[in-house]
Nanobody, 113 residues
Framework: QVQLVESGGGLVQTGGSLRLSCAASRSITFNAMGWYRQAPGKQRELVARITPSRAPNYADSVRGRFTISRDNAKNTVYLQMNSLKPEDTAVYYC????????WGQGTQVTVSS
């Protein structure tokens, strides 16, 4: 198992940017990792993922605006979010992909219009 702690969320205006961080309690060098989000009343969805070799993949809704990266030396995964929209408002989580482990508390992102 791995414990995951997300941070970096907040309140931002439309068009703004945030950088989320996810710190893992152990090495994740050999894990594919994903950023997921859950908006109120909706199911959790995968928005970005990154392979151990750092190949990224994005959901259509965020492609071109979000960038996922990783620092294996720090056991940390990042999500740079630019050009934020109100529909990006959600709690954001990171986890292993494709089989998530125990979920962390997530970090709230709120985009005001």
């Amino acid at each position: 198992q791995v414990q995951l702690v997300e941070s970096g969320g907040g309140l931002v205006q439309t068009g703004g940017s945030l950088r989320l961080s996810c710190a893992a309690s152990r090495s994740i060098t050999f894990n594919a990792m994903g950023w997921y989000r859950q908006a109120p009343g909706k199911q959790r969805e995968l928005v970005a993922r990154i392979t151990p070799s750092r190949a990224p993949n994005y959901a259509d809704s965020v492609r071109g605006r979000f960038t996922i990266s990783r620092d294996n030396a720090k056991n940390t995964v990042y999500l740079q979010m630019n050009s934020l929209k109100p529909e990006d408002t959600a709690v954001y989580y990171c986890n292993t992909f494709p089989d998530p482990m125990a979920w962390g508390q997530g970090t709230q992102v709120t985009v005001s219009s």
